[in-house]
């Protein structure tokens, strides 16, 4: 990003043809409306981004980067009236007002996931993203990651893995008690082995939410682990953002959040956490995957067409409208984190 002044636009460019559809989806999904106002916000998030990488500053993989920094932008213009005046959108209780409504950073019952995702190196952070929440083909992220498909999957499962891992470890570090850290132990194994917790430990969750929301949180590595990782990164819309991808023809049936009358701790599902690429693949009327020339990756001319034709049309006003309403430093207490 600091190179020749040629080779800096080409790289610019690069990006945003890989990452500005995702980026304007999910605002779409912030704002509640489609339109220039997502396309905007969409701009400044790659304002914010870019012009942080710019300056040496780096923070995991580029597309959750990117993610946060639409969030974190309706926020803060929600809360500014002057913005809200010339975005209507940010208005809306399903959007910019309902957002702004919500407490900052992850959910209580995520904050192991956050401290675990956080602490994973980039690329590791971008397999698991691109792979999971994504629902993209093995080859993309490899892509991005200079290796091959071989070599990419490996370091999936090794992801995934340090995830969990990093899950566990969070939730010994920050036990409140010792009985907590006690039953480390006995929370992980029993769930990742897809069998019953034992009668005191669910006794003890009962009581705990720390341990509660552990067992939770490690039971959704089985078949849960996009909506996990959507709800620890992005929070709000996460649900909504995941059905928008287009790895995905129809809404998944996430696993339910557990009802407050159920057994606590319970693991999602047992048994052998299934590849992106074999839930992609999954058959049946459920859930069905484009596949051949229908996939998303495809990079024929009706693919590239429409990414010209918006960064062409649109993209050069947007980004001097982010860019002022970026430098007049909108709602300062909530400004995104360099």
């Known amino acids: 990003m600091n190179g020749p002044e040629d080779g800096h636009h080409h790289a610019v460019a690069l990006l945003l043809a890989r990452h500005w559809r995702p980026t304007r989806d999910y605002a779409v999904v912030c704002l509640a409306a489609a339109g220039s106002s997502a396309q905007l916000v969409a701009t400044a998030a790659f304002h914010q981004v870019l012009g942080r990488m710019a300056g040496g500053v780096t923070g995991g993989a580029l597309r959750p980067q990117l993610l946060v920094a639409v969030r974190d932008t309706v926020r803060a213009w929600a809360g500014d009236d002057a913005a809200c005046v010339a975005l209507s959108e940010l208005r809306k209780t399903t959007g910019g007002r309902g957002l702004r409504a919500t407490k900052p950073g992850p959910p209580e019952s995520r904050w192991l996931a956050d401290r675990a995702f956080r602490a994973l190196p980039g690329a590791s952070q971008c397999l698991l993203w691109h792979a999971e929440a994504e629902a993209e083909a093995i080859n993309i992220p490899a892509g991005l990651l200079g290796i091959d498909a071989a070599t990419a ?29 006690f039953y480390n132990r006995l929370l992980d194994v029993p769930i990742r ?30 078949d849960g682990l996009p909506l996990l990782l959507a709800e620890t990164v992005l929070g709000w819309g996460a649900r909504r953002y995941l059905d928008s991808r287009p790895g995905r023809v129809a809404p998944e049936e996430w696993p339910p959040a557990p009802a407050p009358g159920s057994q606590p701790g319970a693991p999602v599902s047992g048994g052998r956490h299934r590849t992106g690429a074999e839930r992609r693949h999954r058959t049946g009327p459920e859930r069905r995957y484009r596949t051949g020339p229908e996939r998303r990756h495809r990079t024929g001319p009706e693919r590239r067409h429409p990414v010209a034709v918006a960064l062409g049309v649109g993209l050069t006003s947007l980004a001097l409208l982010a860019t002022v309403l970026v430098a007049r430093s909108w709602s300062d207490d909530n400004a995104v984190p360099a």
């Open 153 to 181: 999957t490996t370091a999936l499962a090794q992801a995934r893995e340090q995830f969990r891992a990093g899950c566990v470890r969070a939730h010994r570090e920050l036990a409140p008690t010792p009985e907590c850290r």
């Open 193 to 222: 082995r897809g069998g019953a917790l034992l009668p005191e430990v669910r006794r003890h969750l009962t009581v705990c939410a720390h341990c509660r929301y552990a067992a939770e949180q490690l039971g959704r590595f089985e």
